[in-house]
């Protein structure tokens, strides 16, 4: 079993900042992927920003110089520095991993943005 903890969603105005944090436990081996997807209300759930073991990071074209990802592969912790938030950006936050060709899934921290 896997488990992803997150946290640090919440409601705040636009323009101001937060930030997600997500720990992986359980049977881990290698992560190969750590990322931060979103899913707002009738829309399908999207890429947010991805970290490799590599260092290799990627980010949606949405967030690109607002959001920075980083993460510890010592102790399997991600997270997501939000910064200059839009109310477009309102959505539930999914932490995931990615290794031995599976993929884990957080149960979601809400971000809310007030315009």
């Known amino acids: 079993q896997v488990q992803l903890a997150e946290s640090g969603g919440g409601l705040v105005q636009a323009g101001g900042s937060l930030r997600l944090s997500c720990a992986a436990s359980g049977r881990i081996f290698r992560i190969n992927t750590m990322g931060w997807y979103r899913q707002a209300p009738g829309k399908q759930r999207e890429l947010v920003a991805t970290?490799?073991?590599?260092?290799?990071?990627n980010y949606a074209d949405s967030v690109k110089g607002r959001f920075t990802i980083s993460s510890d592969d010592a102790k399997n912790t991600v997270s997501l520095q939000m910064n200059s938030l839009k109310p477009e950006d309102t959505a539930v936050y999914y932490c995931n991993v990615f290794f031995l060709r599976n993929y884990y899934w957080g149960q979601g921290t809400q971000v809310t943005v007030s315009s």
């Open positions: 970290v490799t073991s590599g260092g290799r990071i």
